[in-house]
């Protein structure tokens, strides 16, 4: 059975990576379980393995290189990061399905609030369709988003994971071209008027967990 554990307070990005190594080293060796892991970090950046040195336009808080997946992407106070600590070995050695199962694990958590997130073909992450903005200069929908995805796999076991805004300082996505995307923004659960708390979207991710990662077989 998945553990799950919720950090209190605020946990330092640092500290956060080098929890997670030791947690998969261990899942791999046999000696702990799988586990999600919910935190907060502080106002940081992290550059993924695809970041583009262009894309951080102002370092307003510290930078950290991540040997996840993406780009540039923002993590502070308000928003919900679930670093997920699972064994692909015993799931399925497929990352392309382990990443879609993570997008419809969002998608489901937010439709909780009736909410309708959504996938693109070529943007990874979870997004939101904003028919009351104005459109884009080539006429076509804004779209924000509202969730990011980046995940590392070692020996088959995964972390990092996904960072879903339920209500932080959004003028703090100023500094980066989150994930390298031009032209859309970024919203949040209570930018969109839903009055949801953090323990709120905890419990719908809990909800919503076992439809899309049953549990692994031995």
Avoid at 127 to 144: C, F, Q, V
Avoid at 173 to 178: D, E, L, T
């Amino acid at each position: 059975m998945t553990e799950w554990i919720t950090a209190p307070g605020l946990t330092g990005y640092a500290d956060a990576v080098a929890f997670m190594e030791a947690r998969a080293a261990a899942i791999h060796s046999g000696d702990a379980g799988e586990l999600i892991w919910l935190v907060e970090h502080p106002p940081l950046y992290t550059a993924g393995t695809s970041a583009k040195a262009q894309d951080l336009l102002q370092a307003r808080f510290p930078v950290h290189e991540s040997g996840r997946g993406g780009q540039y992407t923002y993590h502070g106070p308000g928003q919900r990061v679930i670093y997920t600590m699972l064994d692909l070995n015993r799931r399925g050695r497929d990352v392309r399905a382990f990443v879609k199962s993570l997008e419809n694990w969002v998608i489901d958590a937010l439709a909780e609030f009736n909410l309708k997130g959504e996938i693109r073909e070529g943007r990874v992450g979870v997004w939101i369709a904003r028919p009351d903005k104005p459109p884009l200069p080539d006429g076509t929908m804004r779209e924000d988003k509202i969730a990011a995805i980046g995940v590392k796999l070692r020996k088959w076991v995964s972390f990092h994971g996904i960072s879903i805004n339920v209500e932080p300082d959004l003028s703090h996505y100023a500094g980066i071209v989150p994930c390298g995307i031009s032209g859309h923004g970024v919203t949040s659960l209570v930018d969109l008027g839903l009055p949801v708390a953090m323990d709120d979207l905890d419990l719908a991710l809990r909800g919503t967990f076992q439809r899309h990662f049953a549990a692994a077989s031995t």
